[in-house]
Structures are given as C-alpha cells and as structure tokens.
C-alpha cells in the first residue's frame, strides 16, 4: 500500500506541476500558516509562495510573507532569511511588520543580542509579530553555538543576559536540555562551554 505523501512532497508536486495556479498559492500560505504552528520548515515550499506573489501582488498575504521570514530567521546563521527578502517588493518591505523582522534581523547578524532582547519585551515583538512555535529557543541555540566558538567560559550573569533570560533557573534549564551541545557544564558563576577548534586558548566573557 503506498503511503500518503508527505506535506513537503505534497507541496513540492504543486509547485513542479502548476506554479502559479491560485489553487497552489492558497495550499502554500496553509503549509506556511501550519510550520508556523509546528515549527517545523520548508525553505523551498516558502520561497515558491513569495515568488508567486511576486507575480501577482495583489494576491500577497502578508501574513504569510512575515511567517516566512521568521521562519527563516530561526535558521540562522544560514543565508535563506536573505534569499527571502531578495525577493520581496519594495511594499512589502515597508510593511511595518517586515520592518520589525529586518530590525532584528539587524540585530542578531551584528550580534547586539541583549538588545535585541530588550525590543523583544519593550515593544513585545514576539507576541505581535514572531508568532512562530520555538522562535525565541531556535534564536538562543543560534546565540549559544556563537557563544561557544568565541568563549571558553563565560559569567552565569552575561549568558544569561545575551539568552535573554531573567530568571536563572531558565538559564540552567535551556544548559541541560537545548544548550547542551554547546555547554560543558555550569559551575557558580561560570559557565564552561566545550571545547572547539575556535575557543581554544580563548578567556571569559563577563558582565558587559
């Protein structure tokens, strides 16, 4: 018995089979709407939709385009958030919601990460506009591995800061479990990151 074609095949046989009809438009913003839900991800499926809208932009959801892009952004330091917005219209880039999206896109590739915390609970971005399942955890596993090739150690008080945690407790929970391939161990204050090729030799970051 064959079995049912998974969403990402299902999708692709759309895509390959007829691109640009509305039928196919319709089923991508739902796929879309459901990785958002999931956080699951389908860089190929997404492009497809903003590719379609960009030719025919009167039928742009751009609620769907937002999705994309967050989605997107949770994979960094991959490149696709940047072969999305290569793809927008100069309206959608107006958009204030993408405008949010590319601010703290602006942000976290320049690694100004306590700040890009601090918009997250000043202008309560996540609720409003990062409406995707394991958003804040995907960015902090991305902080984390960059914390880990730059630190050997680091302060509990600074990765804390940089993870954009105020109770500590949930600093120590996220070392065991999401940041475990990157954290050694916690110690006090001092958080010991593995070793790598690129920490080698390297000292502590502290409150800063």
Not at 151 to 167: H, I, M, R, W, Y
Not at 194 to 206: D, E, F, I, P, Y
Request: hydrophobic share 40%; aromatic share 8%; net charge neutral.
């Amino acid at each position: 018995m064959v079995g049912k074609p998974s969403d990402s095949a299902a999708q692709m046989r759309l895509i390959t089979d007829a691109p640009y009809e509305a039928s196919t438009r319709v089923s991508l913003e739902g796929y879309v709407g459901k990785q958002a839900m999931e956080g699951s991800y389908d860089f190929e499926a997404n492009r497809a939709l903003l590719k379609i809208y960009q030719c025919f932009p009167d039928q742009t959801n751009m609620d769907c385009v937002v999705k994309s892009l967050v989605l997107s952004l949770m994979r960094l330091p991959r490149i696709d958030y940047l072969s999305l917005t290569s793809l927008l219209s100069t309206k959608m880039i107006r958009n204030a919601d993408v405008l949010v999206v590319q601010k703290a896109s602006d942000m976290l590739e320049a690694g100004r990460f306590k700040e890009f915390w601090a918009h997250c609970v000043s202008e309560d971005w996540v609720s409003k506009v990062f409406k995707v399942t394991g958003f804040e955890d995907a960015i902090r596993v991305h902080i984390v591995k960059l914390s880990m090739i730059t630190f050997s150690t680091v302060s509990k008080p600074e990765l804390q800061a940089l993870l954009g945690f105020f109770d500590p407790t949930h600093l120590d929970k996220f070392c065991s479990t999401l940041g475990a391939a990157c954290v050694a161990g916690v110690s006090g204050e001092t958080v010991t990151m593995k070793k790598s090729a690129q920490n080698s030799g390297k000292g502590q970051a502290g409150p800063g």
